[in-house]
């Protein structure tokens, strides 16, 4: 991956001043390694450091969890990462459709910890799909038939 880095110093009046050569901008190109970190393109000075974070997800595997005692519904997603390893960020929204014979309903929930765990509440029972999607990627879909 590469970053451009555009360098100009500006006056009072925030009018862009000629620096070196009478070149009003220098341009720059770094590196940029694609795992997730804060790095530092110059050692001494901390105003060149950038972030990177994690991109879209590449991958949704949706399970469902064994039933509990009283009949609960729950399914999790697979540890989310992007094409380079990175575990997707905490706060990314995951969109989980549900579809049965009374119609569909959508469900919005945070990824935490690089993952899903959706927990139906108890009005839902079988039959019915379900879907999860982040941004355009979308897990399998799970035909639930019965508990």
């Known amino acids: 991956m590469k970053q451009q880095k555009l360098i100009y110093t500006i006056d009072n009046h925030r009018n862009i001043i000629a620096q070196k050569d009478n070149e ?13 970190a804060m790095y530092r393109a110059t050692k001494d000075a901390p105003e060149t450091s950038y972030y990177v974070l994690a991109g ?3 991958n949704i595997q949706l399970t469902m969890n064994p039933p509990t005692k009283d009949n609960a519904i729950s399914f999790k997603s697979n540890l ?4 380079y390893g990175n575990i997707i960020a905490d706060g990314t929204l995951s969109i989980s459709t549900i579809k049965s014979e ?6 919005e929930q945070a990824v935490l910890d ?5 927990n139906l509440p108890s009005n ?3 039959p019915f799909t379900i879907q999860m999607a982040i941004n355009n990627t979308y897990s399998n879909s799970l ?3 019965s508990l």
């Open 24 to 36: 009003f901008v220098q341009e720059t190109w770094a590196e940029l390694l694609p795992k997730t």
């Open 56 to 58: 879209s997800v590449e």
């Open 80 to 83: 989310l990462k992007d094409k």
């Open 102 to 107: 009374e119609g569909s309903t959508r469900i």
């Open 114 to 118: 690089g993952k899903v765990i959706l």
């Open 124 to 126: 839902y029972k079988a």
């Open 143 to 145: 035909n639930v038939k």
